[in-house]
């Protein structure tokens, strides 16, 4: 994994079908994103669910219809510049796929919401451990019993992510992650993941399990898989996500989203 190729080059060869794997830890220091695409008639009330719970689902841009390049990234194309799309129908994944190209009409209206991905640069900056990126793996991610607050059909469940710490390392963390509130902020939760409804670390919902080493802790992110989970579940005809892991990596710089 090249860690050094910038956001453009990075999509140029998505886009060319040369990178179909996930992006934690790709393209170092620019900031990923999550994806979701649904219909106008719904774009008000999906919105809504994201100003209603900004920690798992913070916006960085909402795209008119029918548009498919972002002011966060320019001459991209979402419909072809992220590794795997899921396509689901009244709900259901229906395919896996590296283009929407041919989903997309005028009427299709795009999110992207800040992810996770973007602050792991700053913490292995400040020295702490990524164990994903240091395992070749997507980041564990987990659905949670803390609801978030629904808006029209849209509703979800609380998802986050978890990064192995030991306690001095998670302290740290919370003081490097705190400052980028455009990208899920401080950790919602430390240690026992039973408080969070979460029975086995070692099956996350999405993702990969990660070793957890003698003396560490599970540190859990917000997470903006929330946002594709809310998306489906208002069960339109036509909803895109993401794949989990496999985000739009914009031309943003992660110290841009930070607090000032």
């Given at each position: 994994?090249?860690?050094k190729?910038?956001?453009?080059?990075?999509?140029?060869?998505i886009?060319?079908?040369?990178?179909?794997a996930?992006?934690?830890?790709?393209?170092?220091g620019?900031?990923?994103?999550?994806?979701?695409?649904l219909?106008?008639?719904?774009?008000?009330?999906?919105?809504?669910?994201?100003?209603?719970?900004?920690?798992?689902?913070p916006?960085l841009d909402?795209?008119?219809?029918g548009?498919v390049?972002?002011?966060?990234?320019?001459?991209?194309?979402?419909?072809?510049d992220l590794?795997?799309?899921?396509?689901?129908?009244?709900g259901?994944?229906?395919?896996?796929v590296t283009?929407?190209k041919a989903?997309?009409?005028?009427?299709?209206v795009?999110?992207?919401?800040?992810?996770?991905?973007?602050?792991?640069?700053?913490?292995?900056?400040?020295?702490?451990?990524?164990?994903?990126?240091?395992?070749?793996?997507?980041?564990?991610?987990?659905?949670?019993?803390?609801?978030?607050r629904?808006?029209?059909?849209?509703?979800?469940?609380?998802?986050?992510?978890?990064?192995?710490?030991?306690?001095?390392q998670?302290?740290?963390?919370?003081?490097?992650t705190?400052?980028?509130y455009?990208?899920?902020?401080a950790?919602?939760?430390?240690?026992?993941?039973?408080?969070?409804?979460?029975?086995?670390?070692?099956?996350?919902d999405?993702?990969?399990?990660?070793?957890?080493?003698?003396?560490?802790?599970?540190?859990f992110?917000?997470?903006?898989?929330?946002?594709?989970?809310s998306?489906?579940s208002?069960?339109?005809?036509?909803?895109i996500?993401?794949?989990?892991?496999h985000?739009?990596?914009?031309?943003?710089?992660?110290?841009?989203?930070t607090?000032?």
């Amino acid at each position: 994994m090249n860690q050094k190729r910038s956001a453009r080059e990075l999509r140029q060869h998505i886009r060319s079908g040369h990178w179909t794997a996930q992006t934690s830890g790709a393209a170092a220091g620019y900031v990923q994103a999550n994806l979701v695409m649904l219909p106008l008639r719904e774009a008000f009330h999906f919105l809504l669910f994201c100003t209603r719970n900004s920690k798992p689902c913070p916006v960085l841009d909402v795209l008119d219809p029918g548009e498919v390049e972002p002011s966060i990234a320019r001459g991209a194309d979402l419909t072809t510049d992220l590794p795997r799309y899921r396509v689901f129908r009244r709900g259901e994944m229906v395919d896996e796929v590296t283009d929407v190209k041919a989903l997309f009409d005028e009427e299709t209206v795009s999110f992207l919401l800040g992810c996770s991905f973007s602050f792991e640069n700053a913490m292995r900056a400040a020295g702490l451990p990524v164990r994903n990126i240091e395992e070749g793996k997507n980041v564990s991610m987990y659905k949670t019993n803390r609801p978030c607050r629904p808006a029209g059909p849209f509703h979800a469940p609380l998802v986050v992510s978890m990064r192995p710490l030991t306690p001095a390392q998670a302290v740290r963390a919370v003081q490097v992650t705190s400052r980028f509130y455009l990208t899920h902020g401080a950790p919602v939760h430390m240690g026992d993941p039973a408080e969070l409804g979460i029975a086995d670390l070692a099956r996350p919902d999405f993702g990969d399990p990660v070793e957890i080493r003698p003396g560490e802790i599970p540190v859990f992110w917000a997470c903006g898989v929330t946002s594709s989970l809310s998306a489906v579940s208002a069960r339109l005809p036509l909803t895109i996500t993401h794949s989990p892991g496999h985000m739009f990596v914009s031309d943003l710089k992660d110290e841009e989203m930070t607090v000032l």
